[in-house]
């Protein structure tokens, strides 16, 4: 994050976007290195989640006025602001940058049972088709999918592809994550992000 997109969101969301995003440079710097290395995630896992939910949660329309919005990690921060997308999604982009392949990382899209509604998580996985652990907003502890009848996935996505869950079954292939529109134009925030 340049010191350019810092005092541009401090300008547009107060000086305590500075705080925030400054803060979020400290948190990121500050993780030990053992907690980077494959096998030692756990804890980092845990730190990430925690640091993030920290954010108020807030619905697209009322923080952005349209009914779909997925903010970049540093809006979300300086805005002070975040749905479960957003949440999910600076929590991938911040793993990826301490190091976490991206192969153990989905974005992953959820029926969320107690609210009857979508929501959206990040689940990590240390071996390949192995149990998930659960990164989410909704509660601070990471847990195994398999402690988390609430969630039924429903499809997930990195940067490298998009899978549709098949309960019971493999999941299956449905391409690149560029398809989801929403995707795209986060992709393309960030990189106009990084010319601040």
Not at 80 to 99: P, Q, R, V
Request: glycine share 6%; aromatic share 10%.
């Amino acid at each position: 994050m340049t010191p350019g997109l810092i005092e541009r969101y401090a300008g547009k969301f107060g000086a305590e976007a500075r705080t925030r995003l400054r803060g979020w440079q400290e948190f990121v710097r500050a993780v030990p290195a053992e907690q980077r290395l494959p096998g030692n995630e756990a804890d980092l896992l845990a730190s990430v989640n925690s640091f993030f939910n920290r954010l108020r949660f807030v619905t697209d329309l009322a923080h952005w006025g349209v009914e779909d919005y997925w903010a970049s990690p540093a809006e979300a921060l300086a805005s002070n602001g975040a749905d479960c997308e957003d949440f999910t999604i600076a929590k991938y982009f911040t793993l990826k940058e301490l190091g976490v392949p991206i192969q153990r990382l989905r974005l992953t899209y959820v029926k969320a049972v107690k609210l009857n509604q979508a929501h959206m998580v990040l689940a990590y996985y240390a071996q390949p088709n192995t149990m998930p652990l659960i990164l989410d907003n909704l509660i601070n502890e990471v847990k195994p999918a398999s402690e988390r009848p609430d969630l039924i996935p429903v499809y997930s996505f990195n940067d490298d592809d998009l899978l549709i869950v098949r309960p019971g079954q493999r999941d299956v292939s449905a391409g690149n994550a560029t398809q989801i529109r929403l995707w795209r134009d986060l992709l393309d925030k960030l990189e106009k992000e990084l010319r601040y």
